[in-house]
């Protein structure tokens, strides 16, 4: 199988004064053609570097990189320029140019490509074709860096963090456009920290963490590893109204229970077949005389693949780094 990405290896370090970090250390990915992959992690992961070296914005510290076929150096990265469309974490525009200039600019950097009017029309800013970039809104200039990746018709489109600050409605449209491109045969190259993002849209993910690939698969594969199709939340309560503190390790040996652990002042347990742990956990309750305070039953999410493999969920990291 080609692959449209490749990187063996990878290494980046940057040195500072006091420790060398290691932002990459050891990732190696291969993104096959026609796939929308996926990488996934918290803030300071690593996944923005890798995009970033897939991109030939960095050079890595060692290891072998090669897009659609090439590497970055002499003519092939040119070749590898008109091929790739690129939306940065963070895209700055010129504020005095109008959506169809800013469009019309970046088309003309690409030998072949869509027409500008009818970029603007899939990211749904037609009505803020004349506007100047200056007035437009957060989500809106978003949208405007997704379309200027998109101009050029890229074989491999590269989006990194695109649906941050976008409202609901423009998220599942830029879902249409990266389902779009696949459909195409076209590959895109994801960066993200919506597990349920990454779940609804890639058909493969990895799940990165302090530089290195922590786990690698579809998104149904990576969920069926831990064991358990669903999950049982629930709170327990004293007399008193304070939170009832037991371990985990209780609830462990229930029917088709696969996993139990302590979550948030709660509990929260992997289970195969709800229809036979809910009876047996009140069962178990009863007996000991705990009162539930609250229970809901939901699906098994990459978010609980992320938890189970690091022992703390995305969004507790996403609060600590702000």
Known sequence: MAFA????????????????????????????????????????????TTVEIFEGLLTQTSGHVEVLGRQWSGRDADE?????????????????????????????????????????????????????????????????AVACALVGDPELLFLDEPTTGLDPQSRRELWDIIREQRDRARTTLITTHYMDEAQRLCDRVAVV??????????????????????????????????????G????????????ARAEGGGYSLTVSEPHRALPALIT??????LELGRLATRHVSLED??????????????????
Do not use: W
């Open 305 to 322: 693949v992320f938890v189970t493999l690091t022992g703390r969920h995305l969004r507790d990291e996403e609060i600590s780094s702000n």
């Open 248 to 259: 985990a390790d209780l609830f462990q040996g229930l029917p088709s229970v696969n996993a």
């Open 80 to 144: 590898i320029r008109q091929r790739i469309g690129i939306s940065l974490q963070d895209t700055k525009l010129n504020d005095k140019l109008t959506v169809l200039e800013t469009l019309t600019l970046f088309r003309s950097f690409y030998r072949t490509g869509r027409e500008p009017e009818s970029t603007i029309d899939m990211v749904s800013l037609d009505e803020k074709a004349n506007a100047f970039v200056g007035k437009l809104s957060g989500g809106q200039k978003q949208r405007l």
């Open 284 to 289: 178990l309750l009863q007996s000991r005389q």
């Open 5 to 48: 990405a490749y990187c063996r290896d990878l290494y980046k370090r940057y040195d500072a004064r006091k420790k060398a970090v290691d932002a990459v250390n050891g990732i190696t990915l291969e993104v096959h053609e026609g796939e929308c992959f996926g990488l996934l992690g918290p803030n300071g992961a690593g996944k923005t």
């Open 209 to 246: 963490d302090h530089g290195k690939v922590i786990a690698l698969g579809s998104p149904d594969e990576l969920i069926r590893q831990i064991g358990g199709e669903h999950v049982i939340e629930f709170d327990l309560i004293h007399s008193d109204g304070q939170g009832s503190v037991v």
